[in-house]
């Protein structure tokens, strides 16, 4: 099978958050189980710096957007082949979709219009390349114009696969916009790319797309409601049955413990003793006091309300008081950084925040942590308590979306029946999260029985392997389709 998987970034070549995860790993898990997987990226700068065997396939002077590349070449490490847009006007600049300020770049909708428009191309029976695929794989709203485009285009219309992780970004732009973009009139209709009087990305390819997905069975149940849907909910129902959730994996490869070029000390499910050495490390590391016996608390997330920061902040304090110690690396919301960075001046040696993003750091926060932080109000997937349980680190979610479909709460009866692998809160407030901590503290104790709600974490298979096939299950009913 013949899949175009465009994206608007990929680890390790340009990455803001989980999308990219996804688009670095998937292909490369399709292609080690024989599918043709090729992806299609905006060429920003440390895209064209890191990207190997970089060569010009074409040059094409396009209305509106002008003068235009695209070049290929291959992933670092995996190998997985790449076609690269070229567009010096829209892609040679820093930041993704925002500039160093925090705001959007006014010429996003030109800019992910020509991503969706070159899918479309490469796709189609028109494509000037030597691949003809069977199938496009599109990815959120930078990409959601692509089956509109297929849709509009010549038959035979390639089958479009759009998947949603995350409904909160839906790339809405004014309707003058619209006239830029090259739909025809008609799909500027509630029916269509419309939006409330303005162009929705996210919802061309809800609407468009011959088969949808998003990235864990609970939340594809979840979206379909008023309280998650976003304003999609009457969409998504109608279309439900066509709507997979398939939940994510995790690279494996790269978030090993027993093989992690980032961690003090390496270990094992069967031998744990790195572990308590890492939590030194970190401790030593970021100024935290030298306990091995205080509760650490790790938390890698964007600063924001949707991760259940605030909630976080204000039980803070409470948790110190019982003996713990918190970690925090991540960036986001101005005023939510400013309550971490005050929580950790009034807290010395026991609270200690990086804000910005390091990937070594957030793999030693991962293996030095007791417990890892994940209370999002909502989350589609999530990867970090994935990497949590791998790295023998018990994580507290609270109970929606894939956190619900990845993490076993540690109930009396799970423990004994040995299923348990982390704490789950159904209700998200500051005195519910303090006192499924405080419970977790109390079995922290029980060195035994922790260490049983370790091994277990780590036993959970979270590779890419099982979620490649049941995408490509998916290829072929839209293929059939």
């Not at 790993?25 to 890191?50: E, F, K, M, N």
């Not at 219309?157 to 006239?179: E, K, M």
């Not at 259940?308 to 039980?315: A, F, L, P, Q, R």
Request: net charge negative; aromatic share 10%.
């Amino acid at each position: 099978m013949k899949i175009l998987f465009a994206t608007s970034e990929a680890h390790p070549l340009a990455k803001t958050g989980g999308l990219a995860d996804v688009s670095g790993a998937l292909p490369a898990a399709l292609r080690q189980i024989g599918a043709d997987v090729r992806v299609l990226l905006p060429g920003y700068p440390s895209v064209l710096d890191r990207v190997k065997r970089l060569t010009r396939i074409f040059n094409i002077d396009l209305p509106v957007h002008g003068e235009t590349a695209l070049l290929c070449g291959v992933m670092p490490d995996s190998e997985v082949p790449l076609y690269i847009i070229e567009h010096a006007g829209y892609y040679g600049r820093e930041g993704l979709y925002q500039d160093k300020a925090g705001k959007d770049w006014p010429d996003n909708a030109q800019r992910f219009g020509l991503l969706s428009q070159f899918a479309a191309w490469l796709a189609g029976p028109q494509t000037p390349l030597d691949f003809h695929p069977d199938v496009l794989h599109c990815n959120d709203w930078q990409t959601g114009l692509a089956p509109a485009y297929l849709h509009f285009g010549k038959p035979p219309r390639t089958p479009s696969i759009f998947t949603v992780h995350n409904l909160a970004y839906q790339g809405i732009f004014p309707q003058d916009t619209f006239d830029l973009l090259g739909l025809p009139p008609e799909s500027f209709s509630m029916h269509g790319v419309e939006y409330f009087g303005k162009l929705s990305f996210l919802k061309a390819g809800l609407f468009y797309a011959t088969r949808l997905t998003t990235v864990s069975p609970t939340y594809a149940r979840e979206i379909q409601t008023e309280a998650f849907g976003m304003g999609m909910q009457g969409l998504l129902y109608a279309r439900k049955d066509v709507l997979h959730g398939i939940l994510n994996g995790i690279d494996t490869v790269e978030w090993n413990p027993s093989r992690d070029k980032y961690l003090d000390a390496t270990y094992s499910a069967d031998n744990l003793a790195g572990k308590a050495l890492d939590k030194l490390a970190i401790q030593d590391e970021l100024g935290l006091e030298r306990n091995p016996n205080a509760p650490l608390l790790g938390m890698v997330s964007r600063l924001t309300l949707q991760k259940g920061s605030d909630v976080v902040i204000e039980t803070a304090p409470r948790l110190v008081e019982l003996g713990a110690q918190i970690v925090v690396l991540g960036n986001g919301d101005a005023a939510l950084e400013t309550a971490w960075q005050n929580l950790a001046a009034a807290h010395q040696g026991k609270i200690a925040v990086h804000i910005g993003y390091n990937e070594g750091l957030s793999h030693r926060i991962e293996a030095g942590s007791d417990l890892f932080l994940m209370p999002s109000r909502f989350e589609p997937c999530g990867l970090n308590q994935m990497y949590s349980l791998r790295y023998g680190t018990p994580p507290v979610v609270h109970n929606v979306g894939g956190l619900a479909d990845t993490v076993v709460h540690a109930s009396l009866g799970n423990l004994s029946q040995g299923t348990a692998t982390g704490f789950v809160v159904d209700v998200l407030d500051a005195t519910t999260l303090f006192e499924t901590i405080r419970r977790a503290f109390v079995l922290y104790k029980h060195k035994l029985a922790w260490r049983q709600l370790v091994r277990t974490g780590m036993a959970q298979d979270f590779s890419w392997e099982n979620s490649a096939r049941e995408y490509l299950d998916v290829y072929q009913t839209a293929i059939k389709a």
